[in-house]
């Protein structure tokens, strides 16, 4: 007896076949590299993030020329002040960490496009993104100076500012501040749908911006709410925000492809720092494939419709791309 069935296997026979066909790509031009700056001397480890250092102003020139040799085409910059004052005073200072890194960059390197986070989370005692009175943290109080750090970083030569705030109102700000001052062809990228997530663990010890109190659940997001989502980044389109963000990525891939569909804004996935420190960790007990795991987490992010993807993986996919694998 004859059978008769689809052969969907004869596309995957030969290496060239299967990536001729491959529906989605991930390239170098994807990615944008978080970078932690201080004002130390020298490269210091984030105990939980390996790979990934505080890189001081004296070796900045140095890591910036690897990234581009590396072909890794923007920066997502964040700032480690010396000290902490309750109105963030060196997230917004000419001299700040974010502000010198970036005048430095742009007289060795004018070719990396430079996103600044903006925030004022780590640069106050409570470690929250706000002003804090007593256990509040004030919305409009906070504007104006999420606004000012945004127009700090740009007179600095900053390329995109990226306010991951999350308070109501702050596209609308610093969209405003900047037009005042002239600079109205600088993109804003907001962190648009950021949960309340246990993912950024890490991250809160590379940024030293852990809140002394409480937790962030009063403005980021719940996990639990998409519709949400959808809310939060048309509020930022009306407002002025020209790219979103979708934070985290991976255990969010479903908000990525509701966002995607929804906006014809760019889509950027932040692939957070404890996405990258639970596979950095498996990877070192011998657990997993890391580069079969970091490259399936890339496409999954592409695939759901992110067009650009903030990782701390970027320095290793450039090396897992020039092997042309994938």
Not at 21 to 33: A, K, L, N
Not at 136 to 154: C, F, G, K, R, Y
Not at 176 to 199: C, G, M, N, Q, R
Request: glycine content about 6%; charged content about 20%; aromatic content about 8%.
């Amino acid at each position: 007896m004859e059978l008769r069935f689809d052969r969907h296997r004869r596309l995957r026979s030969h290496p060239a076949l299967r990536s001729m066909v491959r529906e989605t790509q991930v390239t170098m031009q994807d990615f944008i590299y978080p970078l932690f700056v201080t004002h130390e001397h020298g490269y210091h480890p984030v105990a939980s993030m390996p790979g990934v250092m505080h890189v001081g102003l004296d070796q900045l020139d140095r890591e910036i020329a690897l990234l581009s040799e590396l072909g890794v085409p923007s920066i997502m910059l964040f700032g480690l002040p010396q000290n902490k004052d309750d109105l963030s005073s060196e997230a917004y200072a000419t001299d700040g960490i974010v502000q010198q890194a970036i005048r430095q960059i742009k007289k060795t390197n004018d070719h990396m496009l430079i996103m600044t986070d903006v925030c004022l989370c780590q640069y106050n005692p409570a470690g929250h993104c706000g002003i804090v009175q007593g256990d509040q943290i004030l919305n409009d109080e906070s504007l104006a100076l999420i606004a000012q750090t945004a127009l700090s970083h740009v007179q600095a030569g900053a390329d995109v500012v990226a306010p991951s705030d999350m308070m109501d109102g702050r596209i609308a700000a610093i969209r405003a501040i900047l037009d005042e001052h002239h600079f109205y062809h600088t993109p804003i990228l907001s962190y648009a749908v950021k949960y309340a997530s246990a993912f950024y663990g890490p991250f809160r010890e590379a940024a030293h911006s852990a809140p002394a109190f409480g937790d962030r659940k009063t403005y980021q997001m719940d996990p639990a709410n998409v519709r949400e989502a959808i809310l939060e980044a048309e509020s930022d389109r009306k407002e002025g925000a020209d790219m979103l963000m979708v934070k985290p990525a991976l255990a969010f891939l479903d908000v990525i492809k509701t966002v995607r569909d929804s906006f014809s804004l760019p889509v950027v996935a932040y692939n957070v720092s404890g996405e990258y420190a639970m596979i950095k960790a498996a990877a070192q007990q011998g657990w997993i494939d890391e580069q079969q795991i970091v490259m399936e987490s890339m496409i999954a992010m592409k695939r759901a419709g992110a067009d650009m993807i903030i990782s701390y993986f970027a320095k290793d996919v450039a090396g897992y791309l020039a092997k042309k694998e994938y």
